[in-house]
């Protein structure tokens, strides 16, 4: 299973774009990419998922370069509500283990 | 995205009973359920993965007789805690996948064994 690195906090304001990247270097063929973010006494909340290139929803972006080792969420624009624990996941693919790391306490401030 | 329905949110329960925590996909049949525990501040810690009529399959670690899975539906899973004890105390969550790419997770249910 792929093991993802990942900052563990991130200080941001309110109206600036934040970045988050994740390494994965042992990510296999078949994996794909997933963004999860978890408030404190709630489950996660499925942001994105990428195979490869760039993927955008209505919340975010996720860049993932070529060799795939590595993975940026992009959130535009943070509020205070986008305080949260970020996690990226990898090693997931059609039923298989879910594994998280530790994750990225993302704080923003006024 | 997908529902997935876990219930109860919190339960405090005296030490030596048992706590049964449900989880429900409710617009998806979920194929696949996990079930993870996570103490304050920390990641989720995968306890078991349960395939729909099949025997779980836990994690090194993770007592099978004391953490009881059942997912005897495509949309129903459960997790019983057999005479739980305050260290027991924790955050439960279930996730569930259905044969997208992505899972989803329930709410998650607060333990407290006193």
């Known amino acids: 299973l792929a093991k993802t690195t990942q900052p563990i906090s991130m200080d941001s304001y309110e109206g600036q774009e934040v970045n988050i990247t994740c390494s994965h270097n042992?990510?296999?063929?078949?994996?794909?990419i997933t963004w999860y973010q978890q408030f404190p006494s709630q489950g996660p909340r499925f942001i994105i998922q990428?195979?490869?290139t760039k993927v955008t929803n209505e919340v975010a972006s996720l860049f993932i370069p070529a060799d795939r080792k590595s993975s940026t969420l992009s959130l535009p624009r943070v509020s205070l509500s986008d305080t949260a624990v970020y996690y990226c996941?990898?090693?997931?693919?059609?039923?298989?283990?879910?594994?998280f790391g530790q994750g990225t306490e993302l704080s923003v401030k006024p | 995205g997908a529902v997935v329905s876990q219930h109860p949110s919190r339960v405090i329960c005296k030490s030596g009973t048992s706590v049964k925590i449900e989880c429900r996909s409710l617009d998806f049949q979920a194929t696949t359920m996990f079930w993870y525990r996570q103490f304050p501040k920390q990641s989720l810690m995968l306890m078991a993965t349960s395939n729909e009529g099949s025997k779980a399959t836990y994690e090194q670690g993770v007592e099978k007789d004391k953490f009881l899975i059942n997912h005897a539906s495509l949309t129903l899973s459960t997790l019983t805690v057999t005479s739980a004890h305050p260290e027991d105390s924790s955050f439960y969550i279930c996730s569930g996948y259905g044969g997208n790419t992505e899972a989803f997770f329930g709410q998650g249910t607060r333990l407290t064994v006193v």
């Open positions: 990428g195979y490869k």
């Open positions: 042992n990510i296999a063929t078949n994996d794909y």
């Open positions: 996941l990898v090693g997931y693919n059609q039923g298989g283990k879910l594994i």
